[in-house]
T-cell receptor, first 113, second 116 residues
Framework: KNQVEQSPQSLIILEGKNCTLQ??????????LRWYKQDTGRGPVSLTI?????NTKSNGRYTATLDADTKQSSLHITASQLSDSASYIC????????????FGRGTQLTVWP | NAGVTQTPKFQVLKTGQSMTLQCAQD?????MSWYRQDPGMGLRLIHY???????DQGEVPNGYNVSRSTTEDFPLRLLSAAPSQTSVYFC???????????????FGEGSRLTVL
């Protein structure tokens, strides 16, 4: 069964601290994996995309990793800011199915001052 | 550049009423889709379209209709609203005509629907 599981479900950290969000998937065949950030009351916005051959990709203070062998991805946030408070959604594309993306339920991150 | 525009942002309906959620994009994207987002659930695909005149069902299509007469517009119709359709609805588009995640999804700001 094609699934995307994210952990933790929610996370609270202090401003300036680092954190790591996890995404495990069973989607096959794998095409790519995206991390989206969804601010409260807004639509999701793409942070980064990981393809099969990529291990690490950075976007400012956000660094995504992918281990295609273990089917795991992580999103590391460095020196967190209050504006990082949001839901982070992992989305995996199944390579052979038209129009089929698999969404995780998201990790709700709260950054406290 | 407006991106993906959804209207209305908020709507309250009574059970049995019908309504249309509007979605328009100005990026000339082939792929458009509708999702619903419920607390504790991931985004779930309702319907999608890979081009004008072509639509298909997603994961949770029951109770919803769509049409795609132009590249720009992809309205979602609720035929007879039910309380189970209370949700936040997102329209998204992508340049990828295949609908694959090769193309980044661009989401609208969402439409919050309450059915009493």
């Amino acid at each position: 069964k094609n699934q995307v599981e994210q952990s933790p479900q929610s996370l609270i950290i202090l401003e300036g601290k680092n954190c790591t969000l996890q995404c495990n998937y069973t989607v096959s065949p794998f095409s790519n994996l995206r991390w989206y950030k969804q601010d409260t009351g807004r639509g999701p916005v793409s942070l980064t995309i990981m393809t099969f051959s990529e291990n690490t990709k950075s976007n400012g203070r956000y660094t995504a990793t992918l281990d295609a062998d273990t089917k795991q991805s992580s999103l590391h946030i460095t020196a967190s800011q209050l504006s990082d408070s949001a839901s982070y959604i992992c989305v995996v594309t199944r390579g052979s199915t038209l129009g089929r993306l698999y969404f995780g339920r998201g990790t709700q991150l709260t950054v406290w001052p | 550049n407006a991106g993906v525009t959804q209207t209305p942002k908020f709507q309250v309906l009574k059970t049995g009423q019908s309504m249309t959620l509007q979605c328009a994009q100005d990026m000339n994207h082939e792929y458009m889709s509708w999702y619903r987002q419920d607390p504790g659930m991931g985004l779930r695909l309702i319907h999608y379209s890979v081009g004008a005149g072509i639509t298909d069902q997603g994961e949770v299509p029951n109770g919803y209709n769509v049409s795609r007469s132009t590249t720009e517009d992809f309205p979602l119709r609720l035929l007879s609203a039910a309380p189970s359709q209370t949700s936040v609805y997102f329209c998204a588009s992508s340049y990828s005509g295949s609908g694959q995640g090769d193309g980044e999804l661009f989401f609208g700001e969402g439409s919050r629907l309450t059915v009493l």
